[in-house]
Nanobody
Framework: QVHLVESGGGLVQAGASLRLSCAVS????????MAWFRETPGKEREFVAG????????KYADSVKGRFTISRDNAENMLFLQMDSLKPEDTAVYYC??????????????????WGQGTQVTVAS
């Protein structure tokens, strides 16, 4: 059984940084595309960042480009999201996702097979 567990969320002031981690067990991530999504009440879960199996190709939502950096450690079966210059509008529950069918990430959430339980990020103004 595949499990994804996010950590690293919390309450910070605007302009601060956080680093989210996602630990995966039950399946290697080494040949899977991975991604981060986020969700706020009343809104659909949205794509934040994605990374190819090798880490060479990344994608970002326009709203986080230049502030967030996605990375992975295939040897440790871990996914990361470095979030800098945080804004109040970044407040959300952040989820990591794993796509066992693709080597490169996609922005649509329907293609991802496994999801974590989420970690809350709150940015105060």
């Amino acid at each position: 059984q595949v499990h994804l567990v996010e950590s690293g969320g919390g309450l910070v002031q605007a302009g601060a940084s956080l680093r989210l981690s996602c630990a995966v067990s039950g399946r290697t991530i080494a040949r899977d595309a991975m991604a981060w999504f986020r969700e706020t009440p009343g809104k659909e879960r949205e794509f934040v960042a994605g990374i190819s199996w090798s880490g060479e190709a990344t994608k970002y939502a326009d709203s986080v480009k230049g502030r967030f950096t996605i990375s992975r450690d295939n040897a440790e079966n871990m996914l990361f999201l470095q979030m800098d210059s945080l804004k109040p509008e970044d407040t959300a529950v952040y989820y990591c996702a794993q796509d066992q069918h693709r080597l490169t990430s996609q922005k649509g959430r329907s293609g991802y097979d496994y999801w974590g339980q989420g970690t809350q990020v709150t940015v105060a103004s």
